[in-house]
């Protein structure tokens, strides 16, 4: 039982250039989420999931992309990406009805 | 989803007891309230949730006035590894956390 799974652990890019994380959890969770944390900061609510073939947008969504065809796997795509983007992703899943989230080690992302 | 407020940071001492209160005053009839734990470079780690009342778990307990305007976790003789961020949420549901800043716990030793 892995848990939440995220790679790449470490990824630079170009501005412009597109990439895909990848998230998975082997919890059979309905619920998956994404998130940001830049330099001391909280967490900001990318986009999240409640169950396959739904998603829906959270805090800050603009430049991104996601999609849930199974309940394992919940990718996020950057478009194009920008220095702005520059930060620690967190992907999250968790249980209906139970708020206890279980968070990946997460995906350091420089853009450049 | 309710806005929450803590301190921004803490101090304390290896073997003391650490109080760190969240105000959330527009919480609403049905949201629970839940604390996670952050160490540099992880992610978040749930701790524990409370509706009401007194809640305690093997890593910290948390008190819930009868108002549930507030909230206080506390973590009983803290150590060196407790030195982390501690967040409070309240009304997180469907897989949606709403994160504030905070409260970045030191520990001395």
């Known amino acids: 039982n892995a848990g939440v799974t995220q790679t790449p652990k470490f990824q630079v890019l170009k501005t412009g250039q597109s990439m895909t994380l990848q998230c998975a959890q082997d919890?059979?969770?309905?619920?998956m989420s994404w998130y940001r944390q830049d330099p001391g900061m909280g967490l900001r609510l990318i986009h999240y999931?409640?169950?396959?073939?739904?998603?829906d947008q959270g805090e800050v969504p603009n430049g991104y992309n996601v999609s849930r065809s199974t309940t394992e796997d919940f990718p996020l795509r950057l478009l194009s990406a920008a220095p702005s983007q520059t930060s620690v992703y967190f992907c999250?899943?968790?249980?209906?009805?139970?708020?206890?989230?279980?968070f990946g080690q997460g995906t350091r992302l420089t853009v450049v | 989803l309710a806005k929450t407020t803590q301190p921004i940071s803490m101090d304390s001492y290896e073997g003391q007891e650490v109080n760190i209160t969240c105000s959330h005053n527009n919480i609403a009839t049905n949201d629970y309230i839940t604390w996670y734990q952050q160490f540099p470079s992880q992610g978040p780690r749930f701790i524990i949730q409370?509706?009401?009342t007194k809640v305690t778990n093997e890593v910290a307990s948390l008190f819930i006035p009868a108002d549930r305007k507030s909230s206080t976790l506390s973590l009983p003789r803290v150590s060196l590894s407790d030195t982390a961020v501690y967040y409070c949420l309240v009304g997180a549901q469907g897989g949606k956390l709403i994160f504030g800043q905070g409260t970045e716990l030191s520990v001395k030793p």
């Open positions: 999250a899943s968790s249980n209906f009805g139970n708020t206890e989230a279980f």
């Open positions: 999931s409640v169950g396959a073939g739904i998603t």
């Open positions: 919890m059979n969770h309905e619920y």
């Open positions: 409370g509706y009401k």
